[in-house]
């Protein structure tokens, strides 16, 4: 061998390429198989409608109002759940941080997510339906005389979404509040900063990338709200949302033309709102939360 | 207005106490430090000496006893309420803020207008030598540049009382010495009563004007740096102030101001008594400058196992019969393996009342 500085291997390793790399082969064949062949086809399958032009479906989803409202539909419902569950986060993870038995507490609020949409679903049929616990208390102490209607409505839903969304909020949320240093609020108020203050001063915007993100992954698990729609909901009017247009369309009409643009349609807004909240956090300090290094 | 924006005469704490469950972090701390002091709390890690800080600050509550600033009781009132400045240990700056806006906290929280904000900040940069820094973040500094920040920030607001816990102990040694001079510096320029937390005996002694050595939440010494250096009244407080050769013996004779114990068979140290000592057994403390080879025949045996080169001269480590290590200076090398006998100055042994040997 003559000397020519380092070997193949060695220049791969330095930049980051070795036998280990290897791994991650498995994974990228499945997100190959399982995500971005099913989205190609999707994307294709959508340019393929019943009607032979390419544009036909887009075109149909934005003139009739029965298609084009259900996105409306969607963000109404999960927007405000989604920034309801981050007020809610909020102060409950300032109150957590300082709490001995913080385990068992997230133990009890992670269970809900571990029950999934379908049970929270049919559990509130039970107690906010007509002769659930919650309408027959309201009934029996006189407030409505007759039962209140939760359930097959918009409140159903949100109130759902709210249910199995807000443990993985908070605990998001917990770990952003748990993770700035307390001596930083510790300095505040040496330095004469009431709560208030320490608050708006210093939490707040050391919070706000990682809320933004909270935002985000929360935002993106109540828009594809399926399940909790239909079983709670008003799926035919009230809480039509996206997701229930493409069912339809692939189910109940078979056009898997116009379920795919849908579909993809549903992609696009979600990932608007998502670039819109990343854009903005751009806009505030990203850098390390707890004191600089020593 | 804060109680601290005040000037006061002197801070007292009577009968401080703060528990952790059944845990005593203080038990009972007395102690009045005047307007202008500069007083280190000195102590071992666990000693108790960083939570009597945050009592003082505020971060604490305290379980017993109250903190007195002349007539006003301010263990009850909030941290924010007190106006002290604090440098902490990990210097706590804003990461999200530039040094100019950190140092100007304080001043905004308390409703200075902008244009006052802007000056004094510039004048306090300059005075901790940050100019050309002020619009960086924390996280572009040095650590010894964030350490300015830091006492910046808790000056800049013109404090009664300026509490540092350990501020030095995240540098490295040469800028640790450099910072030790500009505390010191910015101190007799500003005049604050200052309150400085640390466990290095030498940073106490070279900044303090008067040290108070804690102990398992207790006060076991208050002093100015020289009584401490030359007469600790107890056994730990020598052991803390770098009396690191510990000799047990028994005591053979007293004679006044002198006392003279035996160690071992044959040698015997010459010594004053402290903390009390009449008769029994003993502990000879030793500084290791202090304890040389000597010709005296009653001088501790002991056999040499490392000697290094210190510029002027030498260090070793000698161990005697009784597997006891003893550090010694001299002035010539002497041979690793060699025996030799071991003496000092009666004037520079302290011997206190101690365990059997």
Known sequence: ??????????????????????????????????????????????????????????????????LYKTIWTTLKISIPVTILNLLLAVPIAFRVRLMKHQRLLTTILVLPITLGTVLVAEGMLFYFGPQGWFSRTVMALGLMDHAPSITHGYWGVFLSLLITGFPFTFLLTLSYVTGIEPALEQAAATLGAGPAARFREIFLPLLLPGLAITFCLSFVQAYSVLPSAILVGDPANTTRVISIAAYQAAFEDYDYSLASAIAMIMGAVQLVVVAAILGARTLVYRGPVAAAKG | ??????????????????????????????????RGEFVALLGPSGCGKTTALNCIAGLLDVTGGRIMLDDTRIDTIRTEERGFGMVFQNYALFPHMTVRRNVGFGLKMRGVPRAEIDRRVEQVIATVRLQGQADKLPGQLSGGQQQRVAIARAIVIEPPLVLMDEPLSNLDAKLRLEMRGEIRRIHQSLGSTTIYVTHDQEEALSLADRIVVLRDGAIRQVGRPDELYAAPAHLDVADFMGYRNRIPGRVTAQDGGRVTISVGETAALIGRPCDGLVDGPAIAMIRPDDLEPT???????????????RG??????????????????????????????????????????????
């Not at chain 2, 002027?312 to 597997?323: K, Q, S």
């Open chain 1, 1 to 66: 061998m003559t000397d020519r500085g380092p070997t193949l291997t060695q220049r791969l390793r330095a930049r980051g390429l070795d036998g280990v790399t290897l791994l991650v082969l498995p994974c990228v064949l499945a997100i190959i198989a399982l995500f971005i062949y099913p989205f190609l086809y999707g994307l294709w399958l959508s340019f393929q409608p019943k009607d032979g032009t390419t544009m036909g479906n887009y075109d149909r989803f934005f003139r009739e109002p029965f």
């Open chain 2, 1 to 34: 207005m804060t109680v601290g924006s005040t000037k006061f005469e002197t801070l007292r704490l009577e009968g401080v106490k703060r528990d952790f469950g059944t845990f005593n972090a203080l038990r009972g701390l007395d102690l009045t430090i005047a």
């Open chain 2, 295 to 309: 010709d005296a025949a009653i001088g501790i045996p002991a056999t040499v196992e490392t000697i290094e080169y």
């Open chain 2, 312 to 357: 002027r001269e030498f260090h070793g480590l000698a161990r005697t019969i009784a597997n006891q290590e003893l550090h010694f200076r001299s002035s010539v090398s002497v041979g690793r393996g060699e025996t030799i006998r071991l003496g000092a100055d009666p004037a520079r042994v302290l011997i206190y009342p101690g365990a059997t040997p």
